[in-house]
């Protein structure tokens, strides 16, 4: 079995990582509710430093942070995205889908 080396900075920003992706998890149910102007969507992405973008009828953002990546992968390059479901108006119509991932794994 491979097993990879993490020193504690390594792991130190896995943990970070894996508690923003929770926070963002919990803050995202809490305020972008069904019917959330907007207006509010979009501060709460740049709130995240999350960039933002419209793409139909779906905000999305993603942003590339360094982590601490588990054997299988090439670096510890990841990435936290938050998707939104948008009505016409732009208002939230579903529940908001946080994500959060390693990018060159196996």
Known sequence: MFYRYHSAACKQRGEALFMRGEKLKRDARERLRVGTPKEDVIRFFKENDLPVALYGDEYDGTMKIDGCAPA???????????????????????????????????
């Open 72 to 106: 299988g992968c090439g670096s510890d390059a990841a990435f936290i995205s938050l998707e939104v479901k948008a009505d016409s108006t732009g208002a939230v119509a579903g529940e908001p889908f946080v994500q959060a991932g390693y990018t060159n794994c196996l």
